[in-house]
């Protein structure tokens, strides 16, 4: 580390204004303060709530997301073979096999997401002549992670363009996009090429025709429970393996138990709101009630908390709905927020047999929602304020 | 347009001096009633996803501008000014009616794609405004210009509207296929994003995005 940090220092001047490289001082600055906390620091009236700069909070996120995308590329490798029918028994037969494959499918999404999203970041940064700016550092391992492992590379690269594009470069860059931009990724591909991202042929990679693929949520649509499937296969979804996570799905929200390790590290390094991630999990479950109470069809039926079990409401809840930027930033505010989407969430996918994943378009109408909603509870504290105010007037 | 633009300067009594001719060219570009004044956005979003429709309805929609620019400009000194808008909008009904009614007997299968949105063409924003805007200040032939001008106008940026989306979302234009089964055979896939409406927004909004960067005078100052 010495050395790298003596080289950067070295070749720092040929950088600055002036300098011989002086048009790549933005590559250089992005690297280096990748790799080392800046030494400039701000002046005059800034006020320091946090002593971790932007990247370094990015970093943070990225390691949550680890115990998520190491599961992935395991249950995308273990998906392949289930259906293949090597392997059978427990999960661990094959299991550097199983990695090896995953691995081989999942590693090239990453880098054509990253590649593409930095690109046009730096691309855009040189060109405005700011600071590059780390907003992609999170976005560029998201995207990977709410995707099925057979997506074309091309349309990752083309949905990531259009969400950095569209979702953040027009609204002027990181810390001021309204929308999502994983997310934004998602559903771009979602309704460009339905058939890549949804039906029950692409949750599992290079799996034969006749095997059924679809996830426990389509399951749960279609018959009301994601554990009966039929009586001839040995296909079924048992509540562990959905806990688990050895279930067909995009390659990041499987596994439950690593999305709680990701989630619990968000909360105890103070990163992740962890009101927003309890309150999104509690409006899908009162949703889930309601629905148990009106129980018209088999779905709304379907035990309230399986909803957590199944799909990505958990990812979403946990990496998607906390993004500091496009979240309610009030404290009531976030309650308001992470209950809509919950609700949300599960209603869309009870209702609307077209889009079995709520949470998506959920945290997207969340994210459209959450000014309007911290406009109003701003002037909600406001109107509190002066009435007392008025009211101690009246008293003196 | 270039018959227009290759026109001798003429003197004040022309057909086509030079303030007729700013009246046919400024709406295709500094003054677009689609991305400039920010006119008749919902049938741009609903017809373009086909060049032939889109075609049709450009024609339709600056024939009854035109029209009614004409007539209202003709009757401007007659009309009371309270009960105007009514007036206009007889005037507008009746030559929507026409021109469904020439669809219908000419251009059937173009008729049904298009539905309701040639009896639509009425609500259409650039109508109403030219007909308040100009026409029921300035001469008919004046008028008339106008409205041709702004149908150019409108007609320009549905027609690059709907050549994108045919193109990306089919693979098609007017109808003909231009993308190679080769490239489909090597993964391409019809971006279907660009066959809902929600597409056309993106495509307007980069329309006019590129216009603005170069057209910067166009840019408001802070």
């Not at chain 1, 600055?29 to 701000?42: E, K, M, Y």
């Not at chain 1, 991630?277 to 309230?304: D, E, K, Q, R």
């Not at chain 2, 991305?35 to 049709?56: F, H, N």
């Not at chain 2, 980069?206 to 166009?218: G, N, P």
Request: charged letters at 15%; a positive charge; one cysteine or more.
């Amino acid at each position: 580390m010495d050395f790298l940090k003596k080289k950067i220092l070295e070749l720092r001047p040929d950088f600055e204004k002036g300098g011989k490289y002086a048009q790549f001082h933005t590559l250089f600055d992005g690297f280096a303060t990748f790799l080392f906390t800046p030494d400039r620091v701000s002046t005059g009236g800034t006020h320091i709530k946090a002593g971790i700069d932007l990247k370094r909070t990015m970093f943070f996120v990225i390691l949550a997301m680890v115990p998520s995308l190491l599961f992935g590329i395991f249950n995308v490798g273990h998906q392949h073979f289930l259906a293949l029918g090597e392997f059978v028994g427990s999960p661990m037969v094959g299991f550097w096999d199983k990695v090896l494959y995953g691995a081989i499918k999942v590693l090239p999404i990453v880098v054509v997401s990253y590649t593409v999203g930095l690109g046009i970041e730096f691309f855009v940064a040189s060109k405005k002549g700011h600071a590059i700016n780390e907003g992609f550092l999170v976005s560029g391992m998201l995207i990977p992670l709410v995707l099925p492992p057979d997506i074309p590379l091309w349309m990752v690269g083309l949905s990531t363009a259009f969400a950095v594009v569209f979702a953040k470069e027009v609204f002027g860059g990181t810390g001021m996009n309204v929308l999502n931009v994983a997310l934004t990724a998602r559903v771009f591909l979602f309704f460009a090429y339905p058939t890549f991202m949804s039906g029950d042929q692409v949750w599992i990679s290079e799996k034969p025709d006749v095997y059924s693929g679809a996830t426990a949520l389509a399951n749960a649509a279609a018959t009301g429970s994601p554990f009966n499937i039929s009586a001839d296969q040995t296909w079924n979804y048992s509540l562990q393996d959905m806990v688990v996570g050895l279930i067909p799905g995009s390659i990041g929200e499987t596994s439950k138990i690593a999305i709680l390790l990701g989630a619990a590290f968000l909360i105890l390094t103070g990163i992740g709101s962890g009101v927003i991630m309890l309150s999104v999990v509690l409006g899908a479950l009162l949703m889930g009630l309601i629905f148990n109470g009106i129980g018209l069809t088999p779905f709304m039926n379907m035990p309230y908390y399986l909803h957590l079990a199944m799909g990505g409401l958990l990812f979403g809840a946990v990496f998607m709905a906390t993004d500091p930027v496009t979240a309610a930033h009030t404290g009531t505010g976030k309650w308001i927020y992470g209950l809509l989407v919950g609700m949300m969430a599960v209603m869309i996918r009870v209702f609307n047999p077209a889009y079995p994943e709520g949470i998506m378009l959920a945290i997207l109408f969340g994210n459209v929602m959450a000014p309007l909603i911290d406009y109003y509870v701003v002037q909600a504290n406001i109107a509190r304020r002066n009435k007392r105010l008025a009211g101690r007037g009246a008293l003196a | 347009m270039s018959e227009v633009l290759v026109q001798p300067p003429a003197e004040k009594k022309s057909l086509l001096g030079k303030k007729e001719r700013k009246l046919l060219t400024d709406p295709l570009s500094d003054n677009n009633p689609v991305t400039i004044q920010v006119l008749g956005i919902c049938s741009s979003l609903a017809v373009t996803t086909q060049m032939k429709p889109t075609m049709v309805m450009a024609i339709s929609v600056t024939a009854v501008v035109a029209l009614s620019n004409f007539v209202i400009s003709l009757m401007r000194n007659a009309i009371p000014p309270r009960i105007r808008i009514i007036v206009q909008l007889t005037v507008v009904s009746v030559l929507v009616i026409l021109v469904d009614q020439a669809l219908k007997a000419y251009m059937y299968d173009v008729s049904k794609q298009l539905s309701v949105f040639v009896g639509l063409i009425i609500t259409n924003c650039i109508v109403m405004g030219r007909l308040e805007a100009y026409a029921m200040g300035n001469k008919p032939y004046p008028s008339l210009l106008d409205g041709l001008g702004n149908g150019f106008g409108y007609g320009v940026v549905i027609l690059t509207v709907a050549f994108i989306r045919e193109l990306l979302g089919s693979g098609k234009v007017f109808g003909f296929k231009v993308i190679p089964d080769a490239l489909y055979e090597a993964g391409y896939v019809n971006n279907g994003l660009m066959m809902i409406p929600a597409g056309a927004l993106f495509v307007v909004a980069c329309y006019i995005w590129i216009q603005r960067s170069f057209a910067k005078h166009l840019e408001e100052k802070e």
